[in-house]
């Protein structure tokens, strides 16, 4: 019954939902193992800065449709700035892993020009390596980009040493 599915990974549907303690932002994913759902769950004070967007799940699946050697697409919008940065992801990845991590198209009818200035605030990782200070501090210190300054950091226990050597 699997050989006449359709080979691919589409995402399909996201929804936020909120209630006293937390917000969940779902995705509804169709692939060839069926339907399934990713979220990314937050503190309900953070509501307001999730939004429903492609543009979240779109770096989550891409390596799984890799992997998987299948086509990724969306009729949801996805934004401009992400659709030009995944050639280069899906390149290192390829060149991380030849064997197992394959080039994919990626079917997207609807790439769109989407606004910072929408945002109500806008976060970083933060892992506490030289990366993270300087998306950080690159502001405070005159250097331009294309995207806004954070107003958050999301703290990244285990990035720049493992877990195991962590004294908290």
Request: net charge negative.
């Amino acid at each position: 019954a699997n050989k006449h599915r359709c080979k691919r990974m589409k995402l399909v549907h996201i929804q936020k939902s909120c209630d006293t303690k937390t917000t969940r932002l779902t995705a509804v994913i169709e692939s060839s193992q069926g339907t399934n759902e990713v979220w990314f769950e937050y503190p309900a004070e953070f509501a307001d800065f999730i939004r429903e967007d492609a543009d979240v799940f779109i770096p989550v699946m891409l390596p799984v449709a890799m992997a998987e050697n299948t086509p990724l697409e969306t009729s949801l919008p996805v934004s401009r700035a992400l659709f030009q940065g995944l050639d280069e992801f899906q390149d290192i990845f390829h060149t991380w892993h030849p064997q197992t991590m394959h080039r994919v198209e990626l079917r997207f009818p609807q790439i769109v020009q989407k606004k910072h200035e929408q945002a109500t605030a806008t976060a970083a990782f933060f892992s506490g390596g030289v990366d993270s200070f300087y998306t950080a501090l690159k502001r405070r210190y005159g250097v331009e980009t294309a995207c806004p300054a954070p107003t958050h950091l999301l703290y990244m226990r285990g990035v720049e040493s493992p877990l195991s050597q962590d004294s908290n």
